[in-house]
């Protein structure tokens, strides 16, 4: 069987390409023609749940919990940076084992399903440990620890389910692989940006725990989404106040949040159809040049030219997220084209985790080199210091970049023997199967 029978939406998505509309009316349309294309490509169901997990999920439901987390730490459990950067470590641990979760997804299925029971299970122990976290006052340390990391945990476990599902169609349209991962990024972005810009105010009226609470919130309404989903599948087969410089710190988060945003918009309409390698290369060059804004305000040296200290927070911000994401959306597509089929919850997890367990030596790292440099929360003589570390080893990486390949990023890059399924199956059309693209039915009456 030869590679033009096992993909025959590839060449019905060239016969559907249809030309730009021209104009403010093309800009104004061009995301509703974005989202119309890969729902009638993959599926409306594969894009709800992109919304759901990246949008709601990763999006507004960190972006509450983020900040809302470090006021906890500084306010509640007096906390010193580098002991908080030791702690943010432990939280990051569900994310740095999330090949197990992947190699569930893959191989346990739950009543039939690989995707969507845990789907479901990852909604259901965030929400109950960030209510938990959220109602209870005086919580010691190590309890609240494992409340925090239960709540990463399902968090991790999601985004481990969406990404499978991210990775299965982009073996099937290897063409949409960036498109797919610019909605992801653009549903991350626009979201962060609501939760961001709510978390501040919250966390000023009422709390740094009501960002738990409305983040469990959603949590919560993720999970109905997900049993209204398989009913429908089934049926057709007070707190503590804060100074008003939380506002600050959520509207700076929010700004970058539009970085990213902007960020993804580049990669989507300017950088998609370049090389892996050279892209890399400029962002993790930027990457590292950008790091020197932080050194710029540390030394005062913005105040020698009259611009005031928030100005450049918030510059650095949207600076800083926009090239991190620049950087971020050629690995994602990358690592989705290196997946094999049968295994892309297990592979795709393995390659994230690998970025994971690098945000956490730099977050243990960063916290023994704060401690090291005595920088506390009054004591900031060597912060400078610390910032020129960051942004050497930052640029590290650009020595290594050889083994990125530098071909069309629009092409399959594995053999075609490796994009089969693990049973040796044709690739089926998911568009007559409902909600067949967010889950994969195992068969179970075929042999084992």
């Known amino acids: 069987m030869d590679q033009d029978e096992k993909f025959p939406l590839q060449e019905k998505q060239a016969q559907k390409e249809k030309p730009s509309k021209n104009g403010i009316l093309g800009l104004i349309f061009s995301p509703f023609d974005f989202l119309k294309k890969l729902s009638d490509e993959l599926h409306w169901s594969f894009v709800l749940g992109v919304v759901i997990v990246y949008g709601i999920n990763q999006g507004i439901g960190l972006g509450l919990s983020k900040v809302s987390t470090q006021y906890y730490m500084k306010d509640e459990q007096k906390l010193q940076p580098s002991e908080a950067q030791v702690y943010h470590g432990l939280i990051m641990i569900p994310w740095i084992v999330k090949p197990l979760w992947g190699l569930l997804t893959d191989t346990v299925p739950i009543a039939g399903y690989r995707r969507r029971p845990y789907f479901i299970f990852a909604g259901i122990i965030g929400a109950i440990s960030m209510i938990t976290l959220s109602l209870e006052k005086n919580l010691y340390l190590g309890f609240a620890l494992l409340l925090l990391i239960c709540g990463s945990g399902g968090a991790a476990v999601a985004d481990v389910t969406i990404d499978a599902c991210v990775t299965e169609n982009s073996i099937t349209h290897p063409s949409l692989a960036g498109e797919m991962q610019s909605l992801c990024g653009l549903c991350s972005s626009v979201g962060q940006l609501i939760g961001y810009t709510l978390s501040g105010f919250l966390v000023h009226l009422i709390g740094s725990k009501v960002c738990d609470y409305h983040y469990s919130i ?35 988060s929010a700004v970058g949040a539009v970085g990213s945003l902007l960020g993804v918009l580049l990669y989507q309409n300017a950088f998609r159809s370049h090389p892996f390698r050279r892209v890399l290369f400029w962002a993790q060059l930027l990457y590292g040049a950008s790091g020197m804004l932080d050194l710029i305000l540390v030394l005062r040296i913005n105040l020698i030219f009259g611009v005031p200290d928030y100005i450049v927070v918030v510059f650095d911000a949207a600076v800083s997220h926009m090239i991190g994401r620049l950087k971020w959306m050629p690995l994602l597509v990358l690592s989705s084209k290196l997946c094999p089929a049968g295994i892309e919850g297990t592979f795709f997890a393995l390659i994230m985790s690998i970025d994971h367990i690098g945000s956490f030596s730099a977050s243990w790292g960063g916290g023994f080199l704060l401690h090291a440099l005595n920088v506390t929360r009054t004591t900031f003589d060597n912060l400078w210091l610390a910032i020129l570390i960051r942004s050497i080893f930052r640029v590290l990486p650009i020595g290594i970049l050889f083994l990125i390949p530098s071909s069309d990023p629009n092409v399959a890059i594995l053999p075609t023997e490796m994009l089969r399924s693990k049973k040796g199956e044709e690739i089926s059309d998911p568009i007559d199967t409902e909600m067949e693209s967010l889950v994969s039915r195992i068969d179970l009456n075929s042999p084992h």
């Open 218 to 252: 959603n949590l919560i309404k993720r999970t109905r989404m997900s049993f209204y989903l398989i009913e429908l599948r089934i049926a057709h087969e007070r707190f503590g106040s804060f100074t008003a410089l939380s506002e600050v710190v959520g509207s700076i």
